[in-house]
T-cell receptor, first 113, second 114 residues
């Protein structure tokens, strides 16, 4: 396993711009999660995919956020019309059918200026 | 609603000390509990996962215990080293029997001084 991979690792964007983050889960992991973490806080759940189906979305995921997982492989998280309050680290995680351990990526830092 | 609390928020110890980090949760009907480590600006690394039917899990110098009835877990680190300096987070699954959605505590920031 090469681990969960996230890109880009850092993104600085101007308020109002759109940004997209990509997550490549551990191969053959059919469950994929997105979390958001701000300084001094634990990660907060955003959304969950099982294969290509998005099964749950948090209330934190406003209409400006959209996540996809075409073909049940990699996933993208897009934030439209970014706001300063979107500044956070966006974490992707994956889990397979066997075992309960969730594996996280290194995260994608977003700074909205 | 499940709430997870970690005490203390920060801890500074000299190298070589044994230490205990605490995690409590409000809803004891959990499927498992997972401890993570997070280095500054990095993602989370899974340390230990304890199933609800287990009392303890050990990995090297780390030992995690779980008391579901009291809603508590502890992470014991033996013979601490400067490389153990990091934030330690505990998390429990919510929303059903599988851990597809974790609720995290705010973490304990551990500093081990040489």
């Amino acid at each position: 396993d090469t681990g969960v991979s996230q890109n880009p690792r850092h993104k600085i964007t101007k308020r109002g711009q759109n940004v997209t983050f990509r997550c490549d889960p551990i191969s053959e992991h059919n469950r994929l999660y997105w979390y958001r973490q701000t300084l001094g806080q634990g990660p907060e759940f955003l959304t969950y995919f099982q294969n290509e189906a998005q099964l749950e979305k948090s209330r934190l995921l406003s209409d400006r956020f959209s996540a996809e997982r075409p073909k049940g492989s990699f996933s993208t998280l897009e934030i439209q019309r970014t706001e300063q309050g979107d500044s956070a680290m966006y974490l992707c995680a994956s889990r397979g059918d066997t075992g309960n351990t969730i594996y996280f990526g290194e995260g994608s830092w977003l700074t909205v200026v | 609603k499940q709430e997870v609390t970690q005490i203390p928020a920060a801890l500074s110890v000299p190298e070589g000390e044994n230490l205990v980090l605490n995690c409590s949760f409000t809803d004891s009907a959990i499927y498992n509990l997972q401890w993570f480590r997070q280095d500054p600006g990095k993602g989370l690394t899974s340390l230990l996962l304890i199933q609800s039917s287990q009392r303890e899990q050990t990995s090297g110098r780390l030992n995690a215990s779980l008391d579901k009835s009291s809603g508590r877990s502890t992470l014991y680190i033996a013979a601490s080293q400067p490389g153990d300096s990091a934030t330690y987070l505990c998390a429990v699954p919510t929303g059903g029997g599988s851990n597809y959605k974790l609720t995290f505590g705010k973490g304990t920031l551990l500093t081990v001084n040489p």
